[in-house]
C-alpha cells in the first residue's frame, strides 16, 4: 500500500483497525504510525488530530481509547468508562475555574460601562457555574466508591 492515503480516510483506516480489537489491548504508536502513514514526532499535530476524530467515532459505537504513556492507545475496558469519564469531568471543571479566576482578577476599575456590566453578568454566572460544578464533582467522587452511601442497596 505505497500510495498516498487521502487524509479523510486516515481516522476511518484506524477506526477499523480499533473495532477488531478486544477490550484491553493497546495499539502502539509505532503500528498507528502505519496505519495512517503519519509519523508521530514529525507531525505531531496531524497524528493527534487523527486520533481524535477517531476516538469521537468510536463513542458512536460505544467504544473508545486511552492514552497509555509512552506506548500508545488502550481499548477501555467497559467497567473502565465512569473513571474515564471522571477523568475528564474533573478537568473540564479546572477549566471553569481558571475561567473564573481569570474574571476575579480582572481590572475592573480600568474597564468601559459596557464592559463592566458584561463582566457583572458573566461573573454572576460563573459564579453558580462554579458552585454547581463543585457541588457536582464531589457527589461523582461519593457516587463512583464502591459502597457509596447515595447509591440504592443491591439486591
Same mark, same amino acid.
Given at each position: 500500500m505505497n500510495e498516498l492515503i487521502k487524509k479523510e480516510e486516515k481516522w476511518k483506516l484506524l477506526y477499523d483497525r480499533i473495532l477488531l480489537m478486544q477490550y484491553g489491548e493497546t495499539l502502539l504508536h509505532k503500528e %498507528? &504510525?502505519? %496505519?495512517?502513514?503519519?509519523? !508521530?514526532n514529525i507531525n505531531e499535530s496531524k497524528y493527534f488530530s487523527i486520533i481524535a476524530k477517531?476516538?469521537? &467515532? /468510536? /463513542? !458512536? +459505537?460505544? *467504544?473508545?481509547? !486511552?492514552? +497509555?504513556? @509512552?506506548? @500508545?492507545?488502550q481499548v477501555v475496558n467497559p467497567d473502565d468508562y465512569t473513571d474515564l469519564?471522571? *477523568?475528564?469531568?474533573k478537568s473540564g471543571f479546572k477549566q471553569v475555574d481558571k475561567g473564573y479566576n481569570i474574571l476575579q482578577f480582572a481590572p475592573v476599575n480600568q474597564m468601559s460601562k459596557e464592559g463592566l456590566q458584561r463582566h457583572r453578568h458573566v461573573s454572576d454566572r460563573a459564579m453558580s457555574l462554579q458552585a454547581m460544578m463543585a457541588g457536582g464533582c464531589t457527589e461523582l467522587k461519593l457516587l463512583n466508591k464502591?459502597?457509596? !452511601?447515595?447509591?440504592? /442497596?443491591? &439486591?
Open positions: %498507528i &504510525e502505519t %496505519i495512517i502513514q503519519e509519523n !508521530k477517531t476516538k469521537r &467515532e /468510536l /463513542l !458512536k +459505537v460505544s *467504544k473508545t481509547i !486511552k492514552s +497509555v504513556t @509512552g506506548q @500508545g492507545y469519564s471522571l *477523568k475528564h469531568i464502591k459502597q457509596s !452511601k447515595l447509591l440504592p /442497596l443491591s &439486591e
